[in-house]
Nanobody
Framework: VQLQASGGGLVQSGGSLRLSCAASGFPLDYYAIGWFRQAPGKEREGVACIDNISGSTYYTDSVKGRFTISRDKAKNTVYLQMNNLKPEDTAVYYC???????????????????????WGQGTQVTVSS
């Protein structure tokens, strides 16, 4: 049972990347999947979340209109499409999975402590100016 995050890299400001979070050993159907990022010296920050039960998606304000979270059920994978990247998006990005009742996802998705067990290993995103 694990999550595998991938897709990071070095990109110029304004560029795009697509991160993948592949689950193995369990289906993502009943999980909320969150993407988090952590820059050096900063706390881990919630970036986006998809509730795979309701289909609802959530974003932190700084990425709204630029990032899109989606799911490929057949591949048991969640993606984070990141467009118009900015230097301040530079961080290690992590995905995490948790079974959160849908009524609580909106208020809790961006709290990393809610995701108790399933975390991907992190993928570095670097945006040059």
């Amino acid at each position: 049972v694990q999550l595998q995050a991938s897709g990071g890299g070095l990109v110029q400001s304004g560029g795009s990347l697509r991160l993948s979070c592949a689950a193995s050993g369990f289906p993502l159907d009943y999980y909320a999947i969150g993407w988090f990022r952590q820059a050096p010296g900063k706390e881990r920050e919630g970036v986006a979340c998809i509730d795979n039960i309701s289909g609802s998606t959530y974003y932190t304000d700084s990425v709204k209109g630029r990032f899109t979270i989606s799911r490929d059920k057949a591949k048991n994978t969640v993606y984070l499409q990141m467009n118009n990247l900015k230097p301040e998006d530079t961080a290690v990005y992590y995905c995490a999975a948790e079974r959160i009742p849908s009524i609580f996802v909106q208020s809790t998705w961006n709290n990393p402590h809610v995701y108790t067990n399933l975390w991907g290993q992190g993928t570095q995103v670097t945006v040059s100016s």
